[in-house]
Nanobody, 122 residues
Framework: DLVESGGGLVQAGGSLRLSCVAS????????MGWFRQAPGKEREGISS????????VYADSVKGRFTVSRDNAKNTVYLQMNSRKFEDTAVYYC?????????????????WGQGTQVTVSS
């Protein structure tokens, strides 16, 4: 299971940190990804981190503002979101990939959390 938390309402320019706790799988062996889906839009891959915590990838829409990290001892992956913009409003999902390298394509991911809503107000 993957359980996201940390979502909520934040003002534009503010910060928020999402967490995703994994259970029932060898977390430390897997690539973890963050995705989001805004109303009326397709789900978008925004960040990914490899199992060794030494490779990350970001979508252009969040590069320089979001930071992904993980704590393998806690089976947790984080997404630090700074300088929030109105267009960051979406449901955010974490996901697990058994691929050996980071990636942001949905088909690379095998297990998904239920998502957490993030709303950015003006």
């Amino acid at each position: 299971d993957l359980v996201e938390s940390g979502g909520g309402l934040v003002q534009a320019g503010g910060s928020l940190r999402l967490s995703c706790v994994a259970s029932g799988l060898p977390f430390k062996d897997y690539v973890m990804g963050w995705f989001r889906q805004a109303p009326g839009k397709e789900r978008e891959g925004i960040s990914s981190i490899n199992s060794d915590d030494d490779a990350t990838v970001y979508a252009d829409s969040v590069k320089g503002r979001f930071t992904v990290s993980r704590d393998n001892a806690k089976n947790t992956v984080y997404l630090q979101m700074n300088s929030r913009k109105f267009e960051d409003t979406a449901v955010y999902y974490c996901a697990v990939s058994r691929q050996p390298v980071v990636g942001s394509a949905e088909y690379e991911y095998d297990y998904w959390g239920q998502g957490t809503q993030v709303t950015v107000s003006s």
